[in-house]
């Protein structure tokens, strides 16, 4: 996720609910937020093997990019919200992934019953 840093000074976090100072219509329409090409696959790789080590099967990973490149992670997010301008406008829905991904677990644990 791309972040505007004009406008966004050290409040970096995606959501909604984090938007201080926005009226909800505001919030609709904010272009501060959005989703990029995916990440190189080394770095994915590195950030699911850290994942996993922690225990982690469903997160979302925060960061920004300098002007030189460097990626710098802020957060690790195990129960995250989520910015519907921006899954709108690239139309990625973080929502019916994780229900997915969620009816696939239970599949895999009851069998019988799906």
């Not at 979302?60 to 129960?79: K, L, R």
């Amino acid at each position: 996720m791309k972040i505007e840093k004009q406008l966004c000074g050290f409040q970096l976090c995606p959501a909604d609910g984090c938007q201080i100072g926005q009226k909800p219509a505001q919030l609709e329409t904010s272009d501060k937020f959005q989703i990029t090409e995916p990440l190189p696959a080394s770095q994915r790789q590195a950030y699911e093997t850290f994942l996993a080590k922690a225990g982690i099967d469903v997160a979302a990973i925060e960061w920004v990019e300098s002007e030189s490149g460097q990626i710098y992670v802020y957060d690790v997010n195990t129960n995250t919200n989520y910015n519907p301008t921006a899954e709108e406008k690239a139309g990625i829905f973080a929502h019916q992934h994780l229900a997915e991904y969620l009816k696939n677990e239970l599949a895999a644990s009851y069998p019988e019953q799906i």
